[in-house]
């Protein structure tokens, strides 16, 4: 896998022209397949305020690999989990005064300041304080020592419901005008800031470049190099149930990655060939191999392009649309056992498996 991070920094300056505040990038669940913790270590590097991330593991992945930058804990704090937050330096969310206060108690035993942001629920009905009662949550979290830096919601139509978008944004400009200006203010995702507009906003499957039409582009690829070509005879079958069956005299490759490094089965059915043709894949997808026809014979040092960083046949997108769903969960699905080179402007960045 290389993951292309001149085309990450060209996405992120991009989103930084469109929003006009700050822009966060999110880099839950690996980031969203492509690495958190190079992504974090570039960004840092680009200049990056913070970054977020979804759970403590995650934030202690990053603070364990060096990150000493701002690190926002996106999922609800629970209260066993406070302890841990503080020791890794970590800025959790609260949605619930229980949690506050096992932040507020655990920081005391440890001498440390407690620090977080207060998620406030507008309309997703998932986490957060209800945007009704947010100013008494405040003052109940900041009452006891805890001191909160951000306060932000999430929106649940981003790209769907257009009506319930402004819903949500006007709750949260009300809850902005009743609890003043003194926290940093952060709503919008990727397509909240794309299709609506946003301030302070918190990106992840826009600074992966998974929206097309906008001069976004993906960062991924995965190229794989053949471990055997052959001509097949007529009547051969092909790969498990024996679902390709040859004409006779057409040339295959045997690629070695399958659906255990993320590619989706019944989804992935086009490969790029050396001289950047579309070749079909031939048969089912294996769990570490793809079979795929060729137009004729290529040597063992050709290099086939599985997954491109564009939104053709080959692109995640339409992984995902041939598999029936969106593209952050094929994303998110993508290996750690395929070995990932980090290039920036051509040279290697970082290097993994
Ligand atoms: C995942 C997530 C985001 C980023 O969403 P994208 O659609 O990938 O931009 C932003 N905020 C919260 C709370 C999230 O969980």
Redesign the pocket.
């Known amino acids: 896998m290389e993951v292309d991070l001149s085309a990450l920094e060209a996405n992120l300056r991009l989103l930084q022209e469109r929003a006009k505040g700050e822009v966060i990038p ?1 880099l ?1 669940a690996d980031a ?1 397949g492509h690495g958190a913790l190079p992504l974090a270590r570039f960004l840092f590097q680009k200049g990056a305020r913070r970054v ?1 991330v ?1 759970t403590l593991g995650e934030g202690r992945v990053l603070r364990e690999g060096g990150v000493k930058g701002e690190v926002l804990l ?1 999922g609800s704090l629970h209260p066993l989990e406070a302890e841990e937050a503080l020791k890794w330096g970590l800025t959790p969310s609260l949605s619930t005064l229980e949690a506050a206060e096992a932040l507020a108690q655990r920081a005391k035993a440890l001498g440390l300041a407690p620090r977080a942001h207060l998620k406030v629920d507008t309309g997703m009905n998932r986490v957060g304080f209800p945007w009704e009662e947010a100013v008494s949550a405040l003052r109940a979290v900041e009452a006891l020592g805890v001191r909160v830096e951000g306060v ?1 919601s ?1 929106l649940a139509t ?1 790209g769907e419901d257009a009506a319930f978008v402004e819903v949500q944004r006007r709750r949260f400009q009300e809850v902005r005008r009743a609890l003043g200006e003194g926290y940093f203010y952060h709503l919008e ?5 794309l299709l609506h507009g946003g301030e302070n906003v ?7 470049g998974l929206v097309p039409g906008i001069g976004l582009r993906p960062i991924l690829r995965i190229l794989a190099r053949p471990t055997l070509v052959k001509r097949l005879k007529a009547g051969d079958r092909v790969g498990y149930g024996g679902e390709y069956v040859a004409r006779g005299g057409e040339w295959l490759a045997t690629l070695p990655v399958g659906y255990a490094d993320g590619l989706p089965r019944g989804a992935v059915r086009w490969v790029r060939g050396p001289d950047g043709a579309l070749l079909p894949v031939a048969g089912r997808l294996s769990m570490d191999q793809t079979t795929v026809r060729l137009r004729g014979p290529v040597d063992l040092g050709a290099v086939f392009e599985i997954l491109s960083p564009d939104f053709g046949p080959t692109g995640l997108l339409a992984w995902a649309e041939a598999r029936g769903t969106i593209p ?1 969960e094929v994303a998110v699905h993508l290996s750690r056992r395929l070995p990932r080179l980090y290039l920036w402007e051509g040279e290697v960045f970082a290097r993994v498996g």
């Open positions: 999110v839950k969203y977020a979804a996106l932000y999430h981003a995702n990727s397509l909240g800031l918190r990106v992840g499957l826009a600074l992966c952050y």
